[in-house]
């Protein structure tokens, strides 16, 4: 995927290019793992700002993969889930992503083999 195939969006909070940056560097190591990402859209939200409260990020991914679903993983400032840190939302929503794209991957490769072992059963004269 190029750089140019990624859309970063920053919802409540003022652009920050650090974080632009490391959005980035996280695609790249997925696109490394898994090179059938053809585009996607990262978002960076700040739901609620209040005066005196830290403040919880939430991070959306969702990419475009070829031949398969979509990847489409939500890390959302919750009692569970608290990111006060946007740097440490995009890494955790980054390291969701690649567990939901190695889980296709798994997939994919039982799939196959699966098939594999019916041609060759079927090709061995199996009822």
């Given at each position: 995927m190029s750089s140019n195939a990624l859309s970063v969006v920053f919802r409540g909070l003022d652009h920050s290019?650090?974080?632009?940056?490391?959005?980035?560097?996280?695609s790249e190591k997925l696109e490394r793992f898994f090179d059938r990402i053809t585009g996607g859209t990262v978002t960076v939200e700040l739901p609620h700002r209040h005066e005196?409260?830290?403040?919880?990020?939430?991070v959306h991914i969702h990419l475009t993969i070829a031949g398969l679903?979509?990847?489409?993983?939500?890390?959302?400032?919750?009692?569970?889930s608290v990111h006060e840190?946007?740097?440490?939302?995009?890494?955790?929503?980054?390291?969701a992503a690649k567990r939901q794209l190695k889980d296709k991957v798994n997939?994919?490769?039982?799939k196959k083999t699966?098939?594999?072992?019916?041609?060759?059963?079927?090709?061995?004269?199996?009822?």
């Amino acid at each position: 995927m190029s750089s140019n195939a990624l859309s970063v969006v920053f919802r409540g909070l003022d652009h920050s290019d650090s974080l632009e940056k490391r959005i980035r560097a996280e695609s790249e190591k997925l696109e490394r793992f898994f090179d059938r990402i053809t585009g996607g859209t990262v978002t960076v939200e700040l739901p609620h700002r209040h005066e005196g409260k830290s403040q919880k990020f939430s991070v959306h991914i969702h990419l475009t993969i070829a031949g398969l679903d979509d990847v489409t993983v939500s890390h959302e400032s919750g009692p569970k889930s608290v990111h006060e840190d946007a740097h440490k939302a995009v890494h955790d929503a980054f390291a969701a992503a690649k567990r939901q794209l190695k889980d296709k991957v798994n997939r994919m490769q039982d799939k196959k083999t699966r098939q594999q072992s019916d041609i060759a059963f079927s090709a061995s004269g199996g009822v």
